[in-house]
């Protein structure tokens, strides 16, 4: 697989390298230098999840990596389904929290640690990353139990949920989780210090991987395949993709579907109140406002670091950035549309309900309308539970941890102590 540096085009790189590396020079991503057009859609949508992912993760990485090794990183990286459930007459929610976080970041970092650890060549790998939450667990759980590869995850001591601390503190073997008695700022700087010590970062192999690294993207096409596939051919005639957006990776997983031959009439980036991306839409000026708080915390970016490759995806299929559609909720209408969902029978969260109701507000006569369901509702359960004025019941994945003891080492926001730590 070849891909290149954005931008600077003649950075070119294959996909270990774009694994390894993760960002390219000045910082610019990297994106695949071809995208084959599939001719056996139909095929393909009639296999089950594994098999069908294997097969096209194999037409976009092409034969760097060896079958059998493309085929286990695949198999042990999709261990949970991504159910479509009907929500309204013509709406469906593709429903991808059912991994180990309960968060669709289960698809892309249950992959990329596959790939890092296939690509990682000799020597000592540590993963080195800060947390305010959610990325932590997702990193955790993905990288758990891989051989020869350390993780190191940072967070600010009693400033994150005590259910998400259980989440990723609790797992031990290659997982170390430390807690700093600083806020998540001063973690990310610790992090960032990290990186720029050379002498450190060759000792011990320091490696982000971040959300930015294409590996992830990659896996997350094969769930729009998964959500086409559970449709019939009708319903997949006029297809509309609501995605919840923040960094829109996954919104740039769902265009190279569709530049893979997925058909999906158009897709729908709704966001929250950060609506950068919905406001240069509307108006071709790209204007980002300080970021804001919301109920949706999730999307709470105000510069989405992976638009760059949704314009160049656009230039180079010759599509029209009028054709996107986009729209985005305030905190109320989040929380109307919350209700409006629960009152169809369909539990949900602020995220999901965020893509279901721009989705509803904007589908046409026609046409069969699909919403990205991005986190379990009990991920985000105090505020679920006030706006719908229900209890809800701690799913057993969340319950698991729950009951185990914290192994959290615990550091001074001081980079001598981590610094020895690490190196110890
Ligand atoms: C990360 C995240 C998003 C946003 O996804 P992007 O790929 O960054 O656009 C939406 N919902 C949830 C629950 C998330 O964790």
Known sequence: MNLYNIKHPDQQVNFAQAVRQGLGKDQGLFFPATIPQLSNIDELLALPLVERSQKILRALIGDEIPADKLNAMVKNAFTFPAPVVKVAENIYALELFHGPTLAFKDFGGRFMA???????GDGKITILTATSGDTGAAVAHAFYGLENIEVVILYPKGKISPLQEKLFCTLGGNIRTVAINADFDACQSLVKQAFDDEELRQAIGLNSANSINISRLLAQVCYYFEAAAQLNTEQRQNLVVSVPSGNFGNLTAGLIA?????P???????????DTVPRYLQTGEWQPNATVATLSNAMDVSRP??????????????WQLSELGSGALNDAETETA????YAQGYLCEPHGAIAYQVLKDQLQEGETG????TAHPAKFKESVERILDIELPLPEALDKHNKLPLLSDEMDNDFATLRAYLLK
């Open 114 to 120: 596959q790939a890092l650890a296939t690509v990682r």
């Open 258 to 262: 569709k530049t893979l031959g997925l």
């Open 264 to 274: 999906i009439k158009r897709f729908i980036a709704s966001t929250n109140a950060n």
């Open 305 to 318: 670091n992976n638009w760059p490759r949704v314009e160049e995806l656009f230039k180079r299929n010759g």
């Open 338 to 341: 919350l209700k409006a969902q």
């Open 370 to 373: 699909l919403f990205l369901c």
